[in-house]
C-alpha cells in the first residue's frame, strides 16, 4: 500500500517537473535581436535572402527582380546599413532589386561571381556599386566573419560563361547550425561543389532551394550528401516556368525534408539562437515572439513530424 | 529598339529591353544560334492587317557592351584592392 502510494507520488512529482519544464520552455520568448536572423524575402519569381547576426552584422544575398522592392522590406526590417552584399549570379531576377538596395544601404562590401553579364541591369549593378563605394570583394574559396556568423564561399567553377553554371555557393556557419544557399547552380556545379568542398554541405540544417527548384538543379543524389532538414523554395506564384519542378520537389521529400515556399507563404524567416535551436516563421518578419504563439508553433512544427 | 537576352528558363528566353524592364519570350521565337547575353536588334514592319517583327543577332554591339562590362568589374577591383583570403568583416 505504502510503496503503491510512494510510486503514484513519484509519477505526479515527475509529471509537475516535466510541465515546469516545458511551461518554462514555452514562456520564454525568442529574441530576434539576440539571434541570427535568415529571412527569404518574398521577390516573386527570384531571389533575397536577408542575414542578421546577434551582434546586427547585415548581408543580403541577392535581391530579386523588382527594383525597388527589397529597399523597401529593408526598410521594414529597420535596416541602417548593410556589411556585405553577394550577388550569386547576374541573372536579373537575382539582382534587379540590388542596384537600389546598394545605392540606398551603402554595403561596405560586394561580391558577385566575376562573370560579366551584358544586360542594362548588371552595368547598374556595377554603376550602383561603384558609386557606393564598396570594397569588392572576389568569390574566391574563402571564408568571410561577420561577428559569430561565418560565411564559406564556394567559387564559381569557371568551365564556362553560363550564369546558373557559375553561381556562387555560400555556406553559412553559426554554431552547430549550417545553412547553404548556392544561387541558381545546376547540377554540374553543384557536383563540382560536392567534389571540391563537400564537408562544408553535408547534413544541413537549412538549404535554399537550387534555382527556385528548376529540374536542371537538385536531385534526390545531390540531397542524399546535404541532408537538409529543412528547404525554402524562393519562387512566384504560378510562374511562367513551371518551378518548383516536380523532380526538385520529390529529391527534397526524398530526405525527408520540411518545405517552405515563399509563393505560398510569403516570407520565410529562420531565427537561430545560439544554442542552435531554430524557429521558422512564414508570412512574417521576425518580432519578438509571444509565448502562445511559440506554443502553437512548436506542435505544428511536432505534428509535421508525422 | 534593342533587346538582350537576359536569361534562359525551361522553353523560355527572359529578354530585357533598353529600360531594364524584362519579359518571357518563346525560346523558339528567336534566331536558332541564340545565345544567354546576346542583343538583338528589333525590326516591326507594320501592315494593315498584321505586322512582321524581325530579331536579329547583334554580335558587334554584344561584344561592345561586354566590354564596357568588363571595363567596369576591372574598374571595382582596382578602386579598392581585395585583401584576398579570408576577412573578418
Do not use: C
Not at chain 1, 54 to 60: K, S
Not at chain 2, 32 to 56: C, F, K, M, P, Y
Not at chain 2, 70 to 84: F, I, M, Q, S, Y
Amino acid at each position: 500500500m505504502i510503496r503503491r502510494s510512494l510510486g503514484r507520488f513519484a509519477l505526479l512529482l515527475l509529471v509537475i517537473l516535466g510541465l515546469g519544464l516545458l511551461w518554462s520552455e514555452l514562456s520564454r520568448p525568442i529574441d530576434p535581436d539576440a539571434s541570427l536572423q535568415i529571412i527569404f524575402l518574398d521577390v516573386g519569381q527570384g531571389d533575397a535572402v536577408y542575414l542578421r547576426s546577434p551582434e546586427g552584422r547585415t548581408v543580403l544575398i541577392d535581391g530579386g527582380r523588382p527594383t525597388r522592392l527589397v529597399a523597401g522590406y529593408l526598410d521594414d526590417l529597420g535596416v541602417a546599413q548593410l556589411d556585405l552584399v553577394i550577388a550569386s549570379h547576374a541573372d536579373a531576377d537575382h539582382i534587379g532589386g540590388l542596384v537600389e538596395a546598394i545605392a540606398r544601404f551603402r554595403p561596405r562590401f560586394f561580391m558577385d561571381n566575376g562573370v560579366p553579364h551584358t544586360t542594362q541591369t548588371y552595368q547598374r549593378l556595377l554603376e550602383s556599386v561603384d558609386t557606393a563605394g564598396s570594397q569588392y570583394l572576389e568569390a574566391t574559396e574563402r571564408q568571410l566573419e561577420l561577428g559569430t556568423l561565418t560565411l564559406q564561399i564556394l567559387p564559381p567553377p569557371r568551365f564556362n560563361d553560363d550564369q546558373n553554371d557559375n553561381s556562387i555557393g555560400v555556406v553559412l556557419s553559426y554554431g552547430d547550425f549550417r545553412a547553404a544557399f548556392l544561387g541558381d547552380a545546376t547540377t554540374r556545379t553543384q557536383r563540382y561543389w560536392l567534389s571540391h568542398y563537400q564537408a562544408h554541405l553535408i547534413d544541413l540544417d537549412l538549404y535554399k532551394a537550387a534555382h527556385h527548384g528548376a529540374r536542371t538543379g537538385d536531385t534526390p543524389e545531390i540531397m542524399a550528401t546535404l541532408r537538409p532538414t529543412k528547404v525554402v523554395i524562393s519562387v512566384g506564384a504560378n510562374n511562367t516556368y513551371g518551378h518548383p519542378a516536380r523532380q526538385a520537389l520529390e529529391s527534397y521529400a526524398s530526405v525527408g525534408a520540411r518545405i517552405y515556399r515563399t509563393d505560398l507563404q510569403g516570407h520565410v524567416s529562420v531565427v537561430v539562437e545560439s544554442g542552435g535551436n531554430a524557429i521558422t516563421l512564414t508570412g512574417a518578419f521576425p518580432t519578438q515572439q509571444a509565448p502562445w504563439a511559440r506554443a502553437v508553433k512548436r506542435l505544428s512544427d511536432l505534428l509535421a513530424l508525422f | 529598339m534593342r533587346f538582350t537576352i537576359d536569361r534562359f528558363e525551361e522553353s523560355w528566353a527572359v529578354l530585357e529591353d533598353d529600360s531594364g524592364d524584362s519579359f518571357p519570350l518563346p525560346r523558339r521565337l528567336l534566331p536558332a544560334e541564340s545565345q544567354a547575353g546576346d542583343i538583338l536588334q528589333v525590326r516591326v514592319l507594320h501592315g494593315h492587317n498584321r505586322s512582321l517583327v524581325i530579331l536579329t543577332r547583334d554580335p558587334g554591339a554584344t561584344e561592345r557592351q561586354r566590354t564596357q562590362a568588363e571595363a567596369l568589374l576591372a574598374r571595382l577591383r582596382t578602386k579598392k584592392a581585395d585583401p584576398g583570403g579570408d576577412l573578418k568583416l
